[in-house]
């Protein structure tokens, strides 16, 4: 079974920065897609940023972008993925959540904006406020 361990969430003040970390382990992955979303009170979930490992393109939603860059590294039975998140916005605030979506995903766009993941870490807050 996968298991996704977020950290790095907070409070922070408009204009901050904060960098989410997930690790994933527990099982060998093959192709996947690996990203994060969040979910602000009222709203529904939204892919933020994500990105196939087998070539395609990153994705950013149209309001990190700019501002938020995510990035993975490979350990052995281990993948870490990350977002920066600079100049931060209140309207930033809202859980978030790593992801994964196993097979051939063609475009970091697929899983964050059409295909959802497989796999969910537990959700880490972050709060950007004065």
């Known amino acids: 079974q996968l298991q996704l361990v977020e950290s790095g969430g907070g409070l922070v003040q408009p204009g901050g920065s904060l960098r989410l970390s997930c690790a994933a382990s527990?099982?060998?992955?093959?192709?996947?897609?690996i990203g994060w979303f969040r979910q602000a009170p009222g709203k529904a979930r939204e892919g933020v940023s994500c990105m196939s490992t087998n070539g395609g393109s990153t994705y950013y939603a149209d309001s990190v972008k700019g501002r938020f860059t995510i990035s993975k590294d490979n350990a052995k039975n281990t993948v870490t993925v990350y977002l920066q998140m600079n100049s931060l916005k209140p309207e930033d605030t809202a859980v978030y959540y790593c992801a994964i979506r196993t097979g051939i995903i063609a475009t970091g766009q697929h899983m964050c904006v059409e295909l959802g993941a497989d796999y969910w870490g537990q959700g880490t807050q972050v709060t950007v406020s004065s």
């Open positions: 527990g099982r060998s992955l093959g192709y996947y897609a």
